[in-house]
């Protein structure tokens, strides 16, 4: 290509010299819409729900169908508690404006003249000024005399106060440490007790040890011979009587010494029977 057809071909499509028209009137296919959307404003919060409602109509063809009453509902309801919302943050910034204004408490001098019913303006001379002032400043000086008296009781309250609470927590650590020793002097005195009645079980196990050792070492006692000869007689004069045929045998005269080897000794008012 030769110099002139590529500046020609610049100069058409705008590239030089510099005009953007020529370029942008080739992709600007919708003049019509976009002339549309800039007259488009916004809507939502200075809006009521007429407007709103106005624009509803014209968007939505077909109003009869559930989707577009539940859109409209929709837009009703946000419609009021966006309304609601303004309104309360309104009144909530005219009390902080209310609340964060400066009091300024405008001082009136009395005068003795103040009971007077005609108003207006009332000129005082250098002297009647200063004695009014200085009647102003009695009177604030008999209030705070007045005062006094309360605050001092105030005082006197406050501190009778803390001097209670000081005795009552005081009286509350004696009762927590009497309990303390209390609780330690059962414990102490149950220490006691158990040691004593374990020596003193101690001490009957050893006895009763004690007790049955020394009872197995003592032997037994042998009858004597007498005895035994005495029970073999007794036995066969049993079984004598145990015959049918034979005769009653005599009784056997009662025995002098006992099983244990001693000597019985018949009583006098059986000796009859002998």
């Known amino acids: 290509m030769s110099r002139d057809s590529i500046l020609q071909s610049f100069r058409a499509t705008g590239v030089w010299p510099m005009e953007a028209d020529a370029v942008l009137k080739r992709f600007n296919n919708h003049p019509q819409q976009d002339a549309t959307n800039s007259e488009i404003g916004e809507h939502g919060d200075g809006d009521s729900w007429v407007q709103l409602r106005k624009v509803f109509d014209a968007a939505v063809a077909d109003k009869a169908k559930v989707e577009a009453k539940q859109l409209a509902q929709s837009l009703h309801s946000l419609q009021v508690n966006n309304k609601l919302l303004y309104t309360r943050l309104s009144d909530v910034e005219g009390q902080l404006n209310t609340k964060n204004k400066r009091q300024t408490s405008s001082t009136i001098l009395a005068t003795q003249d103040s009971n007077k019913l005609d108003g207006g ?64 002097a059962k414990r102490q005195r149950a220490a006691e007790l158990a040691e004593r009645r374990a020596l003193k079980k101690q001490q009957r196990d050893a006895a009763t040890t004690q007790k049955s050792r020394d009872r197995g070492n003592i032997s037994k006692r042998k009858a004597s011979h007498k005895s035994d000869q005495n029970l073999a007689k007794r036995r066969r004069a049993v079984a004598a009587t145990s015959q049918p045929d034979a005769c009653p045998a005599v009784a056997s005269p009662p025995p002098k010494i006992s099983a244990r080897g001693r000597k019985i000794k018949t009583l006098a008012r059986y000796k009859w029977l002998k």
């Open 121 to 184: 303006a009332v000129f005082l001379s250098p002297r009647k000024l200063r004695e009014c002032r200085e009647r102003e400043a009695a009177k604030h000086h008999e209030a705070e005399q007045l005062q006094l008296p309360k605050l001092r009781d105030r005082d006197l309250k406050v501190a009778a106060t803390l001097y209670k609470k000081q005795q009552a927590d005081a009286a509350k650590a004696a009762r927590l440490r009497a309990k303390e020793e209390r609780d330690q």
